[in-house]
């Protein structure tokens, strides 16, 4: 099993508030994803870090931000929730070392629901 | 055109029996190749990598055709706990920090039926 978690693992909000979704992992991998998935359709890269203090945009535009402070921890923020960003959403990381076979490890998931 | 395209089924299979389905990626750069596994409202797993030669796992086979840019996967004598959504990824090498990327595709549904 994969050691990655993700909280809350279910979240009800109302519109305006903001949220924070945490990820962390302790398999002390360098590079860390955030993937959005709405029911029945394909995950969406909306942000990755290669390692502390890196932070990329991924390839859905996302209103979300995230900070990479902590080789283990990845936190994703929206500053203020809209019933848009109503999807679920899926933490992965892999190993830093340069290579082309590296498993990207998955967290069980945040399911946000915006009011 | 999307990177990775994939038929989204359901590809409705009798238990035991055995089922294919394709994936094709676009880009010819692409480097490394997987299958993942993902059941209704759970975390993708990774089912195999997919090398150039082909590899075989109990019974789940995977090719590549890097010609065609496709990979395939084929299940054989499928369970009923074989249902679930197969998620093609291909690695596209990220130049910036020397990293990669996946890119997955839609999903395959099989549904395996008594």
Known sequence: ?115 | RKEVEQDPGPFNVPEGATVAFNCTYSNSASQSFFWYRQDCRKEPKLLMSVYSSGNEDGRFTAQLNRASQYISLLIRDSKLSDSATYLCVVNVPVIKAAGNKLTFGGGTRVLVKP
């Open chain 1, 1 to 115: 099993e994969a050691d990655i978690y993700q909280t809350p693992r279910y979240l009800v909000i109302g519109t305006g508030k903001k949220i924070t979704l945490e990820c962390s992992q302790t398999m002390g991998h360098d590079k860390m994803y955030w993937y959005q998935q709405d029911p029945g359709m394909e995950l969406h890269l909306i942000h990755y870090s290669y390692g502390v203090n890196s932070t990329e945009k991924g390839d859905l535009s996302s209103e979300s931000t995230v900070s990479r402070i902590r080789t283990e921890h990845f936190p994703l923020t929206l500053e203020s929730a809209r019933p848009s960003h109503t999807s679920q959403y899926l933490c992965a990381s892999s190993e830093g070392m340069q290579g082309y076979y590296n498993e990207q490890f998955f967290g069980p998931g945040t399911r946000l629901t915006v009011l």
